[in-house]
């Protein structure tokens, strides 16, 4: 009988998975973009909540681009990668977060953004980083939507509200269980 392989990255495996991921937040980011002058353009959005969310998206854009950059630079350390890939993975549930936020906290359609950094933490490959991301993503949407809940008291009750907490942070766990059923080598 086989002893069970663990999959191990390499540099090299890290360097491209990375450089895949950043540049797939690139159609990611364009998609937003795209978004934001459409409701613009409608005045779903006031001028002001534009500017934020722009001033966002450029800032991930910009963490972004120099991650995506220093990828190209094929650094031989295996710990400057890891430390980009949660550099990025930060900045997609930061950005998540003020989102949720801007878009009335448990009424939110923004919480599908924090699938971005648990899905980029899935094609590391390690279950460490995954639950980790999953466990962050959870801490920050629910700090995001209860500061909303009391910032805005009244928009909804405190049932509704831990109802959701409930769903979507165990809807995280749910997706990086998904995720890591492919980091080992089937049998079959």
């Not at 966002?56 to 120099?66: D, P």
């Not at 549930?93 to 953004?113: D, H």
């Not at 950094?117 to 995954?130: E, M, T, W």
């Not at 909804?156 to 907490?165: A, I, N, P, T």
Request: net charge positive; aromatic share 16%; proline share 1%.
């Amino acid at each position: 009988m086989k002893a069970r392989q663990k999959s191990k990255n390499t540099n090299t495996d890290i360097r491209f998975i990375l450089l895949r991921v950043a540049r797939v937040h690139y159609l990611y980011l364009l998609a937003y973009i795209v978004s934001l002058i459409i409701f613009d353009s409608a005045n779903l959005i006031t001028h002001e909540a534009i500017i934020d969310r722009f001033t966002a998206v450029g800032s991930l854009l910009v963490v972004n681009t120099i991650i995506w950059y220093l990828c190209k630079a094929k650094v031989r350390s295996k710990l400057f990668y890891q430390v980009l890939f949660v550099a990025l993975i930060l900045s997609d549930i930061a950005f998540a977060s003020a989102n949720v936020y801007w878009q009335r906290g448990m009424a939110s359609k923004a919480v599908a953004l924090f699938a971005v950094p648990i899905i980029s933490a899935g094609l590391y490959k390690s279950r460490s980083l995954v639950l980790a991301t999953a466990g962050l993503s959870s801490v920050v949407y629910g700090l995001s939507t209860i500061r909303y809940f009391f910032d805005n008291y009244g928009q909804g009750y405190r049932v509704e509200l831990y109802g959701e907490l409930f769903f979507y942070c165990s809807f995280f766990f749910v997706l990086a269980f998904m995720m890591m059923i492919n980091f080992r080598k089937s049998s079959e």
